[in-house]
C-alpha cells in the first residue's frame, strides 16, 4: 500500500522540555483498575485483560508537566549518512513517539536519517514506524506532519518511510469522529472523547487536526512483515481475530474505518489496546502463533514501555525522581520478540534503531 505525504501548516513551537518523574502507573485487569505505584512491579500478563476488559480507564499515565522536574533536551550530533547502495537500504525501526517531536528529531538525527534541519538524509534507507504519534506529549500533530514529509523525501531518494496504525491513532480518529456518541463496553457505556482525555489527549492536536492527517491515519496498516521482522504496533495476539493473513487483517482494519460505525472502531481499539501477550510464561507461543500465521521470524512492537514490561516502576526507594534506565531495544520471548517503546513519556527514551540488532 502506497501511504499519504503531506505537511500541515507551520506552527510556531516553543522548546520541548524533558520530564525526569516517573509517575504511578495504572493497570486494567477486566473492567476495574488497580495502582501500580513506584517500587511495585508490574503484574503477571495472567492478571491482565480478562475477556471484558475494556480501555475505559487511564492505560498509561498522564504526566503533568508542571509539576516535575524539567531539563531542556540537548541536541545530538549526526551520525554520518549510510553510504549509497544499489537495492534495498538498512532497514529501522521507531517506537512510540507520543508528540515528543524535538525527541524523535534528535533520534533520528543521531542515526544519520535527517540532517540538521530535519531533512531526509539517509538515501535508500528504509525506515518504519511502529505507531502512536500522538497524545500524551505536546506536538502530536507536529510528528504526524514530519512522518508524512519524510515519506515524500524517503520516497525521492529511493527509500521510504512508512507507518503502522497504533491504538492512538484510532482513539484520535474514534474521538474526532464520534465525539461523546455512546459505544458498547465490557464495563458499560463510554465514549471515545472521554477515553481520549483520560489516556493524554491535547486540545491543541484536536483544534490542530485536519481532514489530510485523518485520511492519512486512516489508511495505515496494521501490520506488515519486512527482512524477515514482523511488524506490529500492539504486543498481542488480537490482529488474529482479524484475519488468517497480513492482506487480510489490513483490509479488514480498513473497512472497518471505512464503515465509520462508533461500536465496531471500539471494538478494533479495545483490542489494539491489550499488551503483554508475550511477557511470561506462554510468551514465546504467543509470539510463535502470530510469525506461524503472519510469517516473519521476529516479531517487532512498541506500545508497552520496556520499563513497564520489565516491571521496573519507580525506584527501589521510592523516590519519584528515579527514573527508568533504557539504553536500547529489549529482547524478550526467547529471543522472538522485540520491544522499541523505550518510555518516553515516562522520561525513558525514543528508540531508533537499525535492524538486525547489534546485540
Not at 502507573?25 to 501500580?36: L, N, S
Not at 509539576?67 to 550530533?77: A, F, G, H
Not at 492527517?213 to 519486512?226: G, I
Not at 500492539?234 to 492482506?247: F, K, M, Q, V
Amino acid at each position: 500500500m502506497t501511504q499519504g505525504a503531506g505537511q500541515g501548516p507551520e506552527v510556531e513551537r516553543t522548546a520541548t522540555l524533558r520530564d525526569f518523574r516517573v509517575p504511578a502507573y495504572v493497570h486494567e485487569t477486566g473492567p476495574f483498575v488497580r495502582d501500580v505505584h513506584p517500587g511495585d512491579t508490574a503484574p503477571p500478563a495472567d492478571e491482565v485483560y480478562s475477556e471484558g476488559y475494556t480501555p475505559t480507564q487511564r492505560d498509561l499515565p498522564v504526566i503533568n508537566r508542571g509539576d516535575t522536574v524539567q531539563v531542556p533536551v540537548e541536541p545530538v550530533p549526526a551520525a554520518p549518512a549510510p553510504p549509497p547502495a544499489t537495492g534495498p537500504g538498512p532497514l529501522y525501526v521507531v517506537g512510540d513517539v507520543h508528540g515528543y517531536l524535538d525527541e524523535l528529531l534528535a533520534a533520528l538525527q543521531e542515526q544519520g536519517l535527517v540532517n540538521a534541519s530535519g531533512e531526509w538524509c539517509a538515501g535508500t534507507a528504509r525506515l518504519w514506524f511502529l505507531g502512536d504519534f500522538t497524545d500524551r506529549g505536546p506536538d502530536g500533530i507536529g510528528v504526524i506532519d514530519l512522518v508524512m514529509r519524510l515519506s515524500a523525501e524517503a520516497a525521492a531518494a529511493g527509500g521510504y518511510c512508512k507507518a503502522l496504525m497504533g491504538n492512538h491513532e484510532l482513539l484520535l480518529l474514534g474521538a474526532k469522529r464520534f465525539g461523546d456518541t455512546p459505544v458498547h463496553s465490557g464495563a458499560g457505556t463510554a465514549t471515545f472523547q472521554a477515553a481520549w482525555l483520560l489516556n493524554g489527549g491535547q486540545k491543541t492536536d484536536m483544534d490542530r487536526l485536519q481532514d489530510h492527517h485523518l485520511q492519512w491515519m486512516a489508511r495505515l496498516d496494521a501490520v506488515e512483515e519486512v527482512d524477515g521482522y514482523l511488524l506490529v504496533h500492539s504486543d498481542t495476539t488480537a490482529y488474529l481475530d482479524y484475519g488468517d493473513s497480513i492482506e487480510a487483517v489490513n483490509d479488514t482494519v480498513r473497512e472497518a474505518l471505512t464503515r465509520n460505525d462508533a461500536d465496531e472502531v471500539w471494538d478494533l481499539f479495545r483490542k489494539f489496546t491489550k499488551r503483554f501477550s508475550f511477557r511470561d510464561e506462554g510468551g514465546a507461543d504467543a509470539v510463535r502463533s502470530l510469525l506461524d500465521t503472519y510469517g516473519g521470524n521476529r516479531v517487532v512492537h512498541g506500545h508497552s514501555p520496556i520499563p513497564y514490561l520489565l516491571g521496573e516502576v519507580g525506584s527501589e526507594d521510592g523516590e519519584e525522581n528515579s527514573g527508568p534506565v533504557v539504553e536500547g531495544p529489549h529482547v524478550y520471548a526467547g529471543g522472538l520478540a522485540i520491544a522499541m517503546d523505550g518510555g518516553v513519556t515516562m522520561a525513558g527514551k525514543l528508540l531508533v534503531r537499525q535492524l538486525p540488532l547489534d546485540n
